[in-house]
């Protein structure tokens, strides 16, 4: 599916601390590794213009599940990792926050060297992106952030971002080339934010008489619109709460990690013996690599992988978060020297999360589950912002298996 839209965000200050930022780029790039290597290039970048996959992948890799600040850190932690394996991975990113984004070009022509791909047409669909958005759709919104994702085969996404200083907003735009045919035809299939009483947009349907205007003056004629919107604007509150959740969805994780029937399979299916709370951050990657998209309406969810640096749901689990890298890391090893079990386990482990739900339909007890991960955070390695840092000596290893029952699941679970 060839998607792209727009996602509005809440303006968040603060930083990503190296504990966090150098996990964010070693999970980062083993889970793009990961849908390369199921799917292919053009199935990473149709995710990475999918506002809401994004999303999921941020809050999975431990960022704060709805701020702005998910954009610069995901797309700079995956360009940390994916970019110096360019030439074995087939996938390069240029540009980035500010100053970065000014080199995108200057990147893009590099890149054409190496791959043999038309520079100019390349970044003459970076300029007009960015003009698009921060031109002809006067949303208030001015560009800060233009990341520019291409494959060696010269397909590419674009995500970028503007900021709104009245609103304390800030909307990111995805673009994938799949699905632009014409950068004055409908170049997106979305573009939506909050409602702000009437705005300009040059190349909407109803904005006839001002194109006519215009093309009177400029001689050329565009030819039609943007589609039907397709929005995520999430919410300003921090915290996560009931309604930002699919708890059927993170009752069937919970469930894993928790009964014993199902996690002493589910560690079966990875081929090794692993912990409730490892299963449980492991079964939300592998959604994020194989579930449908229909599965990212709900992207907070994916925040009970590893926790939030600001302490929302939960602190990182740093010892949690060192074996979700290294198992994942090992199975791509493996899988590169003929032995695909470990990465098939993945698949598989998706699939039966999907059956625990269809078939048993668990509904989580979100404050429960919160409080759950509170408790055993020390246990974990928990770790947020505020703290001074001393969390970074942590080594990757096995946390203890954490057993103490709290009911994670609503009265009408069907788990026995």
């Known amino acids: 599916m060839k998607r792209s839209g727009v996602a509005d965000l809440p303006l968040h200050g603060g930083r990503v601390p190296a504990w966090l930022a150098e996990r964010m780029t070693r999970l980062g790039t083993a889970i793009s590794e990961s849908v390369l290597y199921h799917y292919g290039p053009s199935e990473l970048l149709s995710r990475l213009s999918d506002p809401f996959w994004f999303q999921a992948l941020g809050s999975v890799m431990g960022m704060d599940w709805h701020s702005s600040g998910i954009t610069t850190s995901v797309l700079g932690a995956l360009k940390r990792g994916l970019n110096p394996r360019a030439g074995e991975l087939g996938i390069y990113i240029c540009g980035g926050r500010g100053r970065h984004s000014r080199k995108?070009?200057?990147?893009?022509?590099?890149?054409?060297?190496?791959?043999?791909d038309?520079?100019?047409?390349?970044?003459?669909?970076?300029r007009l992106a960015a003009r698009i958005?921060?031109?002809a759709i006067a949303d208030g919104f001015q560009l800060y952030l233009h990341s520019f994702i291409l494959s060696a085969g010269g397909d590419w996404a674009i995500v970028q971002q503007g900021m709104n200083e009245a609103t304390a907003m800030a909307?990111?735009?995805?673009?994938?080339?799949?699905?632009?045919?014409?950068?004055v035809?409908?170049?997106?299939?979305?573009i939506v934010g909050e409602y702000q009483g009437t705005i300009m947009n040059l190349?909407?349907?109803?904005?006839?008489?001002?194109?006519?205007?215009?093309?009177?003056?400029?001689?050329e004629r565009p030819e039609s619109t943007l589609a039907e919107a397709r929005k995520l604007a999430m919410p300003r509150h921090h915290d996560v709460r009931v309604h930002d959740v699919d708890l059927k969805r993170l009752g069937a994780v919970l469930a894993l990690a928790y009964e014993r029937e199902f996690r002493d399979f589910a560690s079966l299916l990875l081929l090794q013996k692993l912990g409730p709370r490892t299963l449980q951050s492991l079964a939300l990657i592998a959604e994020v690599v194989h579930g449908a998209p229909s599965r990212f309406s709900d992207p907070a969810r994916f925040s009970f992988a590893h926790g939030g640096k600001d302490g929302h749901p939960f602190p990182v689990p740093l010892k949690t978060y060192n074996q979700s890298i290294s198992v994942l890391r090992n199975a791509l090893d493996r899988?590169?020297?003929?032995?695909?079990?470990?990465?098939d386990g993945f698949r598989r482990l998706e699939q039966f999360v999907r059956g625990i739900e269809e078939r048993h339909a668990p509904t989580a007890d979100l404050d429960a589950a919160i409080v759950h991960e509170r408790a055993i955070s020390?246990?974990?390695?928990?770790?947020t912002v505020l703290e001074d840092g001393k969390r970074t000596s942590h080594k990757p290893g096995r946390a203890r298996s954490q057993n103490r029952q709290l009911p994670l699941f609503g009265d009408h679970t069907g788990v026995s």
């Open 104 to 116: 995108t070009p200057d990147e893009l022509r590099a890149v054409a060297e190496r791959t043999g």
């Open 203 to 219: 190349v909407d349907r109803q904005a006839k008489p001002a194109q006519a205007a215009l093309l009177e003056i400029a001689g």
């Open 378 to 383: 020390p246990e974990l390695g928990g770790a």
């Open 133 to 135: 958005d921060n031109n």
């Open 118 to 126: 038309d520079g100019d047409a390349l970044v003459r669909a970076s």
């Open 171 to 183: 909307r990111r735009y995805h673009w994938h080339s799949a699905s632009v045919r014409d950068f």
């Open 335 to 343: 899988a590169r020297l003929g032995n695909p079990e470990k990465m």
């Open 185 to 190: 035809s409908e170049p997106h299939t979305a």
